[in-house]
């Protein structure tokens, strides 16, 4: 069953902690503003961020949300 949900889910779609770090970044936003945005602790938001750390497919759309409402924001 495992393998099935492995090969399920495309490598593109997974979103390390670095990564997420750096859309946060991009966003402008740091942990506290973002953890307060999203009802959450910094210390939710920084265990999402550590490196190496797969974030969970609910929190990966949120945090490339961040840098897709920047960007429609800046037009």
């Known amino acids: 069953m495992f393998h099935l949900l492995c090969k399920s889910m495309k490598e593109t779609d997974v979103l390390y902690g ?3 770090q750096a859309l946060r970044k991009k966003a402008g936003l740091n942990q506290t503003q973002l953890a307060e945005r999203w009802g959450l602790t910094r210390q939710q938001i920084g265990r999402y961020e550590k490196t190496g ?3 969970p497919p609910k929190e990966a759309d949120a945090y490339r949300g961040l ?5 429609s924001n800046a037009t």
């Open 18 to 20: 670095e990564d997420a």
């Open 53 to 55: 750390q797969v974030v």
């Open 67 to 71: 840098v897709s409402s920047v960007q």
